[in-house]
């Protein structure tokens, strides 16, 4: 019964969070002159309301599910990982240099791709793991500065080393090579089922394996893990290792699914989005990936939204912020020591009274 209500309370936070941002979001609409109830009609519909609008809005969705589990991961072995956009931009550019200058097309170079993607993403990963358990670096800072290093190596591929004529981008990865859509009708690609599976695939080593069981153990408490006889630093980098993968797959993946080329401003912002959503989710993977698909159906219709009512799409931009502010602050409320007494008094009451 305890730990029921202890999920329960971590399913209504950033549930409630949705609705006090839905709430004030309204007030901001109301303010401009428009209807609230038209407005986030018609950005449910621009993001769900018909197969294309569904195909966008999971298409949008699959780099942000990688870089969301990405983060997760990492947190949930108890470190900070905030070098998503990196491993991510690292994994698809290395995975288009391999297969440009290999030619390889067909399902063997979609597969190579993939592969490099994850390799060079989890060694982009490692690179602050390694600095973290040798000389006690703040992976935090590191992961971030790593970003701002795979941005820029991406933008020696598409200006220089492998550019596309005049323009500033690399050539089209070949036809072979991109991934098909899951269903005709619908914008999404096979890169969405890989997200979705690599999820999966998360929540059951995390969960349901003594690999995961350990990695957990070790995110809850380093100090404890190390006197049980846990391996914590060979835990640490291969969280880091691990998550690095993921952004790195989902790179390549999303460079083959949607993006097709290198190019200016690809993957910005993807990194931190992540982490946001991560957070949201309370690092469940299963969580995290529909954190991710709603963050996208708010971006999808926040277009819809401005075209039927004249609402700017910042609205869709400050229900977001307000959705992740929330959610982080509720989650340090129900921390808080107060909050945990409070919520056993309530336990004991109803337990007495017999609810």
Same mark, same amino acid.
């Given at each position: 019964?305890?730990?029921?209500?202890?999920?329960? $309370?971590?399913?209504?936070?950033?549930?409630?969070?949705?609705?006090?941002?839905?709430?004030?979001?309204?007030?901001?609409?109301?303010?401009?002159?428009?209807?609230?109830?038209?407005?986030?009609?018609?950005?449910?519909?621009?993001?769900?309301?018909?197969?294309?609008?569904?195909? $966008?809005?999971?298409?949008?969705?699959?780099?942000?599910? *990688?870089?969301?589990? @990405?983060? @997760?991961?990492?947190?949930? @072995?108890?470190?900070?990982?905030?070098?998503?956009?990196?491993?991510?931009?690292?994994?698809?550019?290395?995975?288009?240099?391999?297969?440009?200058?290999?030619?390889?097309?067909?399902?063997?170079?979609?597969?190579? @791709?993939?592969?490099?993607?994850?390799?060079?993403?989890?060694?982009?990963?490692?690179?602050?793991?390694?600095?973290?358990?040798?000389?006690?670096?703040?992976?935090?800072?590191?992961?971030?500065?790593?970003?701002?290093?795979?941005?820029?190596?991406?933008?020696?591929?598409?200006?220089?080393?492998?550019?596309?004529?005049?323009?500033?981008?690399?050539?089209?990865?070949?036809?072979?090579?991109?991934?098909?859509?899951?269903?005709?009708?619908?914008?999404?690609?096979?890169? *969405?089922?890989?997200?979705?599976?690599?999820?999966?695939?998360?929540?059951?080593?995390?969960?349901?394996?003594?690999?995961?069981?350990?990695?957990?153990?070790?995110?809850?408490?380093?100090?404890?893990?190390?006197?049980?006889?846990?391996?914590?630093?060979?835990?640490?980098?291969?969280?880091?290792?691990?998550?690095?993968?993921?952004?790195?797959?989902?790179?390549?993946?999303?460079?083959?699914?949607?993006?097709?080329?290198?190019?200016?401003?690809?993957?910005?912002?993807?990194?931190?989005?992540?982490?946001?959503?991560?957070?949201?989710?309370?690092?469940?993977?299963?969580?995290?990936?529909?954190?991710?698909?709603?963050?996208?159906?708010?971006?999808?219709?926040? $277009?819809?939204?401005?075209?039927?009512?004249?609402?700017?799409?910042?609205?869709?931009?400050?229900?977001?912020?307000?959705?992740?502010? *929330?959610?982080?602050?509720?989650?340090?409320?129900?921390?808080?020591?107060?909050?945990?007494?409070?919520?056993?008094?309530?336990?004991?009451?109803?337990?007495?009274?017999?609810?």
């Amino acid at each position: 019964m305890e730990k029921l209500k202890k999920s329960m $309370t971590s399913f209504l936070v950033p549930v409630l969070s949705v609705l006090l941002a839905f709430a004030i979001g309204a007030i901001i609409m109301l303010a401009l002159g428009a209807n609230p109830g038209k407005a986030l009609a018609s950005l449910f519909k621009g993001a769900f309301g018909s197969t294309a609008a569904i195909g $966008t809005t999971l298409n949008k969705a699959t780099p942000l599910i *990688f870089t969301a589990l @990405c983060a @997760c991961f990492a947190y949930k @072995c108890g470190v900070y990982n905030l070098g998503g956009e990196g491993q991510f931009l690292f994994g698809a550019t290395m995975g288009f240099v391999v297969v440009h200058c290999l030619g390889l097309t067909g399902i063997v170079g979609i597969l190579v @791709c993939i592969v490099v993607g994850a390799i060079a993403g989890g060694i982009w990963g490692m690179i602050p793991g390694v600095l973290k358990i040798t000389r006690g670096l703040n992976e935090m800072i590191i992961s971030i500065m790593l970003n701002y290093v795979a941005t820029l190596f991406m933008g020696v591929i598409y200006t220089s080393w492998i550019r596309d004529a005049n323009m500033p981008q690399t050539p089209a990865v070949d036809a072979s090579l991109m991934l098909s859509k899951v269903v005709p009708s619908m914008r999404f690609t096979w890169s *969405f089922v890989i997200a979705v599976a690599v999820g999966l695939a998360m929540y059951y080593c995390l969960y349901w394996t003594s690999s995961g069981f350990k990695l957990r153990a070790v995110g809850l408490n380093m100090t404890a893990s190390r006197f049980n006889g846990f391996p914590v630093k060979r835990y640490i980098l291969l969280s880091f290792i691990i998550s690095g993968a993921i952004a790195g797959m989902g790179g390549a993946a999303d460079l083959l699914g949607t993006q097709f080329r290198l190019i200016n401003g690809y993957g910005n912002g993807y990194g931190f989005d992540g982490v946001a959503m991560a957070l949201i989710g309370q690092l469940h993977p299963i969580a995290t990936v529909i954190v991710a698909i709603f963050f996208a159906a708010l971006r999808v219709g926040s $277009t819809s939204m401005q075209v039927a009512t004249g609402v700017p799409t910042s609205v869709s931009d400050i229900i977001q912020a307000l959705v992740i502010v *929330f959610s982080v602050a509720g989650l340090a409320l129900v921390k808080l020591p107060e909050f945990e007494a409070l919520r056993m008094r309530l336990f004991h009451k109803n337990a007495k009274e017999g609810k």
